[in-house]
């Protein structure tokens, strides 16, 4: 059996990139962790972060911060989503900012959300809270690619909040607004000027 460690480099296929996160379900953070030489924290509330950055070490993930695919030369973007003990998601996943300004010309083809969500390697990780953070295992990962059906459903939704927007009707946006895909405040500085797209589900 070979020994588990951190991919070195970024993976050349998605099927390299899927066989890695196959190998990390089962694991807890903690161990996980661990192995990559890092320090599990008590909790999220100041590492909010903490369990991506985690996976994209052991993944091999390339993007960091910059607002492009966690594996731009995959076409992949990397979620992790928390989940209870039935498999259930346990909160929305936030995708991207959506710029309240400039959209002129923007299509759903051509838009940073679709860009994002076209390809997307899901790794659910256990997230109750009664779970020590370094106990929470690593689930089976999901390489997804939404079905035409899905992507008529993020497209709709894409299109109903940018009509609010282009109309500078941003703050009549709610929950209630999108099916699949939801705009939500972003907090910090940029609040006024940005929001955050998030899949709901």
């Known amino acids: 059996m070979s ?7 970024s993976p050349k296929t998605q099927a390299e990139l899927l066989a890695q996160a196959q190998r990390l379900a089962g ?7 661990a192995m990559a030489g890092i320090v599990t924290p008590k909790d999220l ?3 909010k972060g903490w369990i ?3 996976l994209e070490i052991w993944l091999g993930a390339s993007a ?10 995959l076409d992949v973007e990397l979620k992790t989503i928390p989940i209870d003990a039935a498999g259930r998601p346990l909160e929305t996943t936030f995708v991207c900012v959506a710029p309240l300004t400039g ?12 860009h994002k ?3 997307v390697l899901w790794i659910p990780v256990e997230g109750e809270r009664a779970i020590p953070l370094a106990e929470r295992r690593v689930g089976s990962p999901l390489l997804w690619t939404p079905s035409a059906e899905e992507e008529h459903q ?11 927007i282009v109309l500078g009707q941003v703050e009549r946006i709610t929950a209630r607004h999108g099916e699949v895909l939801q705009l939500r405040p972003k907090a910090g500085k940029q609040q006024s000027i940005n929001r955050g797209y998030r899949r709901a589900g």
């Open 3 to 9: 020994t588990l460690a951190p991919l070195p480099s």
């Open 27 to 33: 694991y807890s953070l903690g161990e996980l962790a």
């Open 45 to 47: 509330k100041r590492d």
């Open 52 to 54: 991506g950055i985690l």
């Open 64 to 73: 960091g911060s910059k607002p492009e695919q966690d594996f731009a030369a």
């Open 103 to 114: 959209n002129s010309g923007v299509t759903w083809e051509n838009s940073h959300v679709r």
């Open 117 to 119: 969500l076209k390809r």
């Open 154 to 164: 993020l497209r709709m939704d894409w299109e109903e909040l940018m009509d609010l």
